[in-house]
């Protein structure tokens, strides 16, 4: 079984030293290169093309975000997965929005970073936890007024969630494993829960509560 090639950006040594560590104990991974300079890691990307660039969203002298940019021009192939301290749902909206097929903050623990890799790496786009929670809570609170918002299931905020990714409705049933019919359903019952008229008013509602 061919290794998971990864390139580590980030600007703290110890960091990168540490995933390298944790990454290289693992037989299905290799860190083939890492650095603390965002320019260098594109130039890095673009010489030994990682299956996937972990990127540290505030790395200099260019932003991770201006970074993944060039990463999805030179080495269009790789998967690159953002990196930050910052828990705030614009900020992983934004990576996703530039080309990255994932987000993780550095309250993650190993397990969800590795999760995250294996996932993007076979395809999927990845969000973190504590991102997917910040959004369920700013969901609930910007329509807290909404007297139908606490009658949404479990399985109703997950779509949500992911059409807040960027997933269309095919994306979301192959993501959860259900039948397109099924995500349907759901939407058409999130609409009529939130007492919203259409998909456009649903991309609407969603969006406001993730704008940078």
């Known amino acids: 079984m061919e290794k998971i090639n990864v390139l580590i950006a980030d600007d703290h040594k110890l960091i990168r030293e540490t995933w390298s560590y944790i990454l290289n104990s693992d037989s299905r991974f290799e860190v083939?290169?890492?650095?603390?300079?965002?320019?260098?890691?594109v130039e890095m990307t673009k010489q030994k093309r990682p299956h996937i660039v972990l990127m540290d969203i505030n790395i200099m002298p260019i932003s991770g975000f201006e970074a993944t940019e060039r990463i999805q021009k030179v080495s269009p192939n790789t998967k690159v997965i953002g990196v930050s301290m910052h828990s705030q749902p614009a900020y992983a909206k934004k990576m996703l929005q530039i080309g990255a097929k994932g987000y993780v903050t550095k309250n993650s623990s190993k397990e969800e970073m590795i999760k995250a890799i294996l996932e993007v790496n076979d395809g999927?786009?990845?969000?973190?936890?504590?991102?997917?929670?910040?959004?369920?809570?700013?969901?609930?609170?910007?329509?807290?007024?909404?007297?139908?918002?606490?009658?949404?299931?479990?399985?109703?905020?997950?779509i949500i969630n992911l059409i807040k990714e960027g997933q269309s409705s095919k994306?979301?049933?192959?993501?959860?494993?259900?039948s397109l019919k099924t995500v349907e359903v759901h939407r058409h019952n999130v609409l009529k829960k939130l007492k919203l008229k259409n998909s456009a008013s649903l991309v609407n509602f969603i969006n406001q509560s993730t704008n940078p």
């Open 171 to 178: 994306e979301i049933a192959s993501t959860l494993n259900i």
């Open 32 to 41: 083939i290169a890492e650095c603390g300079d965002s320019e260098q890691a």
């Open 124 to 158: 999927s786009k990845y969000i973190c936890e504590e991102i997917k929670n910040n959004i369920s809570e700013l969901v609930l609170e910007e329509n807290k007024d909404m007297p139908n918002v606490n009658a949404l299931t479990d399985r109703e905020i997950q």
